[in-house]
């Protein structure tokens, strides 16, 4: 890969997706991101061809340097499990064949979450955290990324516990609280009944919020009282398109998810 050109990080959201160059030795994007609404219709086929948009779009910022990619998703070997906020047809989609494919260049493709909890590992809060770091995403859904003294342990999808007869993320998502118009306070008093059953099961030696609410970190987390701390991710919403240029660069072909 040139030394001019950056790995290309794109995150295939539940209701836009959104793609940015890497500089991976400042842990920040290289030039402003690029971002699309959802299709109507968010088949694989329709993302895909909004993914190689943003690849042509960025063309001259990243050659030939692999690309790495989100998905809201349980993603084992480049395979779709699941499809909690994106079109079911994803399920057993093989992604990194498809857009490996489509766009000629080497493709990883990781869970949201997990991608955003390598970008906060390298580049951000959980830097230097040993022992056991929950990174949690709040947006469409509650993503969930665990990190054990730098490793990722992928695909846990804590959003989706049950909680009080519910899944989780249907009560205390960022998304919940601006369709319900919840006060800061209300939404507050759903995270915490959340992170609490969280900590009681894991006991994680530190929290990382992200997400694109992370941005206004002050107005919930301190109305938060666990034994851990709990502190936004630094990389705010760019945490996952940061964490999929570094995945990209550093994985091995056929076990991405398993080595961060």
Known sequence: MSTS?????????GSGIKGAPVDLAKGQFAKDRLRFENPRLSSPEAV???????????ADDTGDSPIGVTLPAVVTHGVVRT????????IGTD????????????????????AAGVGELHFGAAQGIGGLVLM???????GS???????????????????????????????????????????????????????DLLGPNLIVVGGGVSRK??????LLHLRAPIVAAQLQNSAGIVGAAWL????????EENRP
């Open 5 to 13: 050109h950056h790995p290309l990080g794109i995150d295939i959201g």
């Open 48 to 58: 895909v061809d909004i993914v190689e948009q943003i690849a042509e779009h960025f």
């Open 83 to 90: 499809a909690a906020n994106i079109d079911s047809a994803w």
């Open 95 to 114: 992604a990194r064949g498809l857009l490996s494919e489509r766009l000629g260049r080497p493709v990883t493709v990781v869970n949201d979450a997990d």
């Open 136 to 142: 949690s995403t709040l947006g469409t859904g509650i």
């Open 145 to 199: 990324a665990l990190l054990y003294d730098g490793v990722l342990i992928p695909n846990s999808e804590l959003g989706h516990l049950e909680i009080d007869g519910h899944d989780a993320e249907h009560r205390a998502a960022s998304s919940v609280k601006d369709d319900k118009n919840l006060s800061w306070q209300q939404w507050a008093e759903r995270l915490q009944r959340y992170f609490s059953h969280v900590e």
């Open 217 to 222: 970190s002050d107005k919930f987390l301190p």
């Open 248 to 255: 990209a660069c550093n994985s091995q072909a056929g076990d």
